[in-house]
């Protein structure tokens, strides 16, 4: 191709995301952000969308110069001369997704083009309740049924002591909303019972 018109970029994010409780020194880890950088500023395309967890653009990579630097000081460095760059963290149930999902999402276009990247961004939208998306499913009784019309519609299986946490739960509530503290999720841990956080 003479030109290319977009470069979508998504490197894994082992050593950003805050599932990840084993992570140690993730600085070259991180660095995969940078080889997108760099396959960017070789390619030049119209346009570029980078996308990956909240705290994406604080995290710490080794950049091409061998300095660590937070990743944001990492994308202005290598492509703020060709590109104009918008960074914004957006819940993508907002935007279409069927699931909350908070992530930072970066558009940069090309200088030349006159484009300016917040003009990118898709349109913000009311989030779809469960009712909205899944309604019209037909209602499963036993625990493990799998509906004969569509393998990915089932009653996922779970440990019977957690039918406490949901049972008195109104629409639109979640198993951190319970008042009586029995309810709400947890786990054992050498016999002391230990709250789970309620983070995604």
């Not at 937070?70 to 957006?90: M, P, Q, R, S, T």
């Amino acid at each position: 191709l003479d030109e290319v018109t977009a470069v979508i970029a998504t490197p894994p994010c082992q050593g950003m995301s805050v599932a990840n409780h084993k992570k140690g020194d993730e600085s070259k880890r991180n660095s995969l952000v940078v080889a997108s950088l760099e396959l960017i500023r070789q390619i030049k395309p119209k346009f570029f969308v980078l996308e990956n967890v909240k705290a994406f653009l604080t995290t710490i990579c080794t950049d091409l110069d061998g300095k660590d630097k937070k990743i944001k000081e990492a994308i202005n460095v290598n492509l703020g001369c060709l590109y104009d760059i918008e960074f914004k963290v957006l819940n993508f149930k907002n935007y279409g997704a069927n699931s909350s999902r908070t992530r930072t999402l970066v558009i940069g276009a090309r200088k030349d083009l006159g484009i300016l990247p917040e003009t990118l961004y898709p349109v913000y939208r009311k989030e779809k309740t469960l009712r909205d998306i899944i309604s019209d499913l037909p209602s499963l009784k036993e625990m493990g049924e799998i509906w004969d019309k569509d393998i990915f519609h089932y009653f996922r299986r779970y440990s019977p002591e957690m039918r406490r946490w949901l049972e008195l739960l109104k629409e639109g509530q979640s198993a951190f909303d319970n008042e009586d503290k029995s309810r709400l999720p947890h786990y054992y841990r050498n016999g002391e019972i230990i709250y789970t956080k309620n983070g995604n």
